[in-house]
């Protein structure tokens, strides 16, 4: 533990006390968390930053799709510039919906309602009062939410960064104390090597089954990188030097991918997750590409990239976003599709 770490400890337990007690509220209904006519799916983290909420929240409402389900996603929309409950539509931008919840409206289009709240009890009201179709609703980040109660609720953790090696704010990054691991009904740690040993998955299993319930799904999943795609219509170079741009809270994974299939970061503008763009970035990373370069970035970073404002400084430069698919070790997907699945199964009376 660092000193700075060890003089934040009384801080940690305090607001760990603070969760504790708001949580023990709900626990015993002094609390209301309300419950809806469709199944709620929450995807979240305990931990502050990436977990790779965003992809795993696409895999869950691809699965649901091809169950023959009708599935709604709705988010908190963190960086934008609007307050209360928006559906998205055809002009929305980042700045109107957030840099994620605009991700998923442009993977899904009209196939997939998408919207934003603040107050997600709300947002799941008005989602089915407009949209009455409607078979199920995916809350992206909303572990912390107690005010919906979840049909399923997915925690994610980082191989790299597990929540049970982690302290509470301000002492670490935790958002409320380990043992809120025991509301999950599935735990997947992501971002994993992709040929995890099974002795190493099941090291870490028995670590997190130390705070969940008993029989809590431990499911490993890693990231499927696919072809460069561009954003502002420039044929991709054959030189392997390249500039990266990235907006994100854990870039190394991207890095380390590009490195290994050949590429060369020769200059990498590394910005906070959730960075709102300005024309002056922009403009310094087009300093920084050399004749023959490209610019590489994340899916979510292009999202805020296509900026009306940012338009007239993106168009020369070629600019393309990389892909990311979840794939599951094992048998992962198999246990993950049963779960969702068994949601829509009439419950036996007993």
Request: glycine share 6%; hydrophobic share 45%; with cysteine.
């Amino acid at each position: 533990m660092s000193l700075l770490s060890a003089f934040l400890l009384p801080f940690a337990w305090l607001y760990a006390g603070v969760m504790a007690v708001r949580n023990w509220l709900y626990d015993k209904g002094l609390k209301t968390s309300a419950s809806f006519s469709v199944p709620v799916i929450s995807v979240g983290n305990l931990r502050v930053g990436g977990t790779g909420k965003t992809p795993h929240v696409a895999w869950v409402v691809r699965q649901l799709l091809a169950q023959g389900e009708k599935p709604a996603v709705l988010s908190r929309g963190y960086g934008r510039r609007t307050r209360g409950y928006r559906l998205a539509a055809a002009l929305d931008t980042a700045a109107t919906l957030g840099d994620e919840p605009l991700q998923h409206h442009q993977d899904f289009g009209a196939e997939v309602p998408v919207a934003v709240c603040e107050d997600r009890r709300a947002g799941i009201a008005q989602l089915l009062q407009q949209q009455p179709s409607l078979s199920a609703i995916v809350l992206d980040d909303a572990y912390q939410h107690r005010r919906v109660q979840p049909a399923l609720s997915i925690l994610l953790t980082e191989q790299q960064r597990p929540f049970y090696a982690d302290r509470v704010l301000p002492a670490g990054r935790l958002r409320e104390s380990r043992g809120g691991a025991r509301r999950a009904d599935v735990v997947i740690v992501t971002k994993c090597t992709p040929h995890l040993p099974e002795s190493t998955r099941q090291a870490i299993a028995a670590k997190i089954r130390h705070y969940t319930r008993p029989k809590v799904p431990v499911l490993f999943s890693t990231y499927r990188y696919g072809a460069p795609v561009p954003i502002t219509g420039k044929t991709i170079s054959a030189s392997p030097d390249i500039v990266l741009l990235t907006g994100i809270a854990h870039p190394r994974p991207l890095r380390d991918h590009l490195q290994a299939i050949g590429y060369r970061i020769t200059y990498h503008a590394a910005f906070a997750d959730h960075h709102a763009f300005s024309v002056a970035d922009i403009a310094g990373v087009a300093t920084q590409c050399r004749a023959g370069q490209c610019v590489f970035t994340t899916q979510k970073d292009a999202a805020r990239l296509l900026a009306p404002e940012l338009a007239t400084v993106i168009v020369s430069l070629p600019i393309f976003y990389i892909p990311i698919d979840v794939q599951f070790l094992g048998d992962g997907a198999a246990c993950l599709q049963q779960v969702l699945t068994s949601l829509f199964q009439p419950q036996a009376v007993v």
